[in-house]
């Protein structure tokens, strides 16, 4: 399966999945499909079949309310069968509304409140260097996200440390749930702030797969200081429904009708 192909999978595995509970963050989902697509197709170290195994790489998804497409990516690449997606959210499930590592394979860091997941993927990211197992973590964070101070201690203490097998990716689709990021609390510019917490910072087109696919494989040959990639996203991208809400698909209704629109736009 080529990338595109990979991605494609993936928009519509998530569409499946908040579909099958009729609610749930679209637009958030939708934006990183991409970004996961390239990072466990070309560079994540991981195996499916394996996925507590000793130094593989890590993936946190810090903005953890867009679980439903790091569930998607891992049912792609095998980590559990796709029907399991049809239990988003409901009770006894192994797939909560944000990710829980106690309870899905492949899911290698439990998101909570926003700020906290960058936070745990600097202390992956220390645990393998004093562990010295060349493993990488990689972590996405929301651009409304970045209004949380807690996301700029972690990258102080991570540039400070040296963690050059760290890896920023950030969603920057310039929306979030109250409106448009710049009107409610504006962090641009993105790329300047990241730079002067001391990262290698990228700013890529985060719809471009070979693009990022050239951010990381730079970003591997760092040394001394973490690594930044600014992916300029759309909220919802993939399905003109959703795109055409704007800060309104950051969480809606996702219904039979909605699903077949988006599914005939995602067949390629």
């Known amino acids: 399966m080529d990338l595109k192909e990979r991605t494609r999978e993936i928009r519509r595995l ?13 637009g958030g989902c939708m934006s990183i499909a991409e970004a996961l697509s390239v990072l466990y197709s070309k560079h994540m170290r991981v195996d499916p079949s394996d996925p507590k195994k000793e130094g593989r790489d890590r993936f946190v998804l810090s903005k953890g309310h867009a679980g439903p497409a790091l569930y998607a990516t891992l049912a792609s690449f095998g980590y559990f069968d796709k029907e399991m997606l049809n239990t988003l959210n409901r009770l006894g499930t192994k797939l909560p509304s944000h990710c829980n590592c106690q309870l899905t394979p492949g899911v290698d860091m439990t998101a909570g409140s926003l700020g906290q997941g960058i936070s745990c993927a600097v202390g992956l990211a220390l645990g393998s260097k004093l562990a010295k197992d060349d493993a990488r973590v990689y972590v996405i964070v929301g651009d409304g996200e970045q209004q949380e101070g807690q996301v700029w201690e972690a ?10 097998n760290l890896t920023v990716l950030v969603d920057n689709n310039k929306m979030q749930i109250d409106g448009l990021t710049k009107d409610v609390c504006n962090v641009e510019s ?22 990022i696919d050239a951010a990381l494989t730079k970003a591997k040959t760092v040394v001394g200081k973490p690594t930044c990639i600014v992916l300029d996203t759309i909220k919802g991208h993939g399905v003109s429904i959703f795109e ?23 067949e390629g």
């Open 244 to 266: 055409a809400m704007g800060p309104d698909c950051h969480s809606c209704n996702v219904s039979a009708e909605q699903l077949e629109i988006a599914l005939k736009e995602l």
């Open 14 to 26: 998530t569409m499946q999945c908040i579909a099958s509970i009729g609610v749930g963050h679209v």
């Open 155 to 164: 990258a102080m203490f991570a540039s400070a440390k040296n963690l050059d």
């Open 190 to 211: 993105i790329a300047d702030k990241w730079s002067a917490f001391g990262f290698d910072v990228q700013q890529v087109n985060g719809h471009d797969e070979d693009a």
